[in-house]
């Protein structure tokens, strides 16, 4: 732009400082929160901007404030909000995800204001170690949870969620079915778009309750994921549980620096 442009006065805008404008926000634009705009405010002060949207994001807007309902193709960000979480692993908007994807939302994400869930802390290895004992009496028979861990070598985190109860290990391993876990990854703490998610396949191998003593929270046949004093392993001796697991870790046994356990409370 060679002369400053009057934002009160668009009308008058060329095509070209449109096109200039477009070349300066454009990497700006899938980090601003549209969707939590007010329909008004949209309207009146965005509206005429519309030529430096991206077509499917801006039908998305409109259509999201004519039909909230239905989820748009676009990721929705998380509403920024003052929710606090006890978490030294992740924040608040990891927690917004994470409820949305217990409800099989993977694109539209709760906000603060329509969170259904609320998040209790029942274990944290660097606080009450790393002792599968400590972790099946602090958190056996809870109801559904979510495990979350922190790799040390890149600081990837990763975990699952189980909806079912864990459970005291006994002389037998066995499964407990369900069709609702799922597993996932952040490969950055702090890029929510990072995220991976692998959905269980075969439900009849989704939590597993192993027989020794040494494997705390633990997913899929085989496993495809679980935890072992501070490392975090895979290994693949009944496929196809979770089909993408090798995306989220791959057979090869990973050190962590911690990991934390939280109890999923309807509200």
Known sequence: ?????????????????????????????PHIRWFQIPSKTFWR??????????????KDIIGYHFDPDTPPDTLV?????????????????????????????????YGSRNIPYSF??????SRDGFEVKTFHELCGNKGPTIMISKLQENGKLIGGYNPLSWKPFESEGHWGSTSDSFLFSFAKMDDLDSIYISRVKDQRYAVYYPSASNIGP??????????QGNNINRNNFIANTYPEANKILDLSVKSIVDYEIFQVIQK
């Open 1 to 29: 732009m060679s002369t400053p442009l009057n934002i009160d006065n668009v009308s008058n805008w060329t095509s070209n400082d449109f096109e200039e404008l477009k070349k300066i926000i454009h990497d700006l634009i």
């Open 45 to 58: 002060n965005v509206d005429p901007y519309e030529s430096i949207f991206p077509r499917n994001l801006y």
């Open 77 to 109: 960000l998380p509403q920024r909000n003052d929710l606090s979480f006890n978490s030294v692993l992740i924040n608040k908007n990891h927690f917004l995800i994470l409820a949305s994807l217990i409800d099989k939302k993977d694109k539209f994400f």
């Open 120 to 125: 209790k802390l029942l274990f944290r290895a």
């Open 218 to 227: 633990a997913f899929g046949g085989g496993c495809d994921l679980f935890i």
